[in-house]
């Protein structure tokens, strides 16, 4: 996946250009209006992370600028900039998502696999899936999963090999608790034949053994 990250905070930047590179991604910098309007010029990405607050145009109006030439590119502001105004101002520019400064890399990074992973299909022993339509098979054969279970697969393939976080996880149940988790994880285990590891304290793994 190639993502175009406008933040003007060198520091910033640079750290969360290095997680995401750690993570696989390819990572092009912008840091301002100008930096954008070039690359995008000479490049196609998979997904923008804009900074609102920058010298000159913010990133209201350069998202907005992209929109109506055409580009449909999902695109995720990362602001400190959350109060209703601001967050339908962004909306009606064309942004996709929100993240609130500080944030954890790690949230930001699971965002984005959940939610604009662009393989065709990622595979597991005998399941494939597919990460945009959520389709699943087994030995070639369609897998219907309730929404819960299908919310946490979708969690733990996107992230195999990686720990998801218990909070992470109990986001995605009606009534959250640790023990309503753990029945679920064992009935997506159980169905499935999958390596869930129970990462105490931290949350649990996906394993590709």
């Known amino acids: 996946m190639k993502i175009l990250l406008l933040e003007d905070d060198k520091t910033l930047h640079e750290s969360l250009k290095a997680y995401l590179k750690m993570e696989k991604f390819e990572v092009l910098s912008a840091f301002c209006a100008a930096d954008v309007y070039a690359l995008t010029f000479e490049n196609s990405f998979d997904l923008y992370l804009f900074d609102v607050s920058l010298l000159g145009e913010s990133g209201f109006d350069v998202l907005k600028a992209l929109r109506e030439a055409g580009d449909k590119t999902p695109a995720i502001y990362i ?5 209703i105004s601001s967050m339908t101002k962004g909306f009606n520019a064309g942004a996709d ?12 990074v699971l965002r984005i696999k959940s939610r604009y992973l662009i393989n065709n299909f990622l595979s597991y022993k005998n399941l494939s899936y597919a990460p945009m339509s959520k389709e699943l098979r087994k030995d070639g054969e369609l897998v219907l999963l309730s929404s819960l279970l299908s919310q946490l697969f979708h969690l733990f393939l996107v992230n195999k090999n990686s720990v998801v976080a218990t909070h992470l996880l109990l986001e995605k149940l009606n009534s959250p608790n640790t023990n309503a988790l753990r029945v679920n994880i064992a009935k997506l285990k159980n169905k499935l034949n999958l390596d869930i590891k129970n990462i105490k304290g931290v949350g649990y793994m996906l394993e590709e053994i």
């Not at 602001?79 to 109060?83: H, S, V």
Request: net charge negative; hydrophobic share 35%.
């Open 79 to 83: 602001t400190a900039l959350i109060d």
């Open 97 to 108: 998502d929100y993240i609130k400064k500080p944030f954890d890399p790690e949230e930001l």
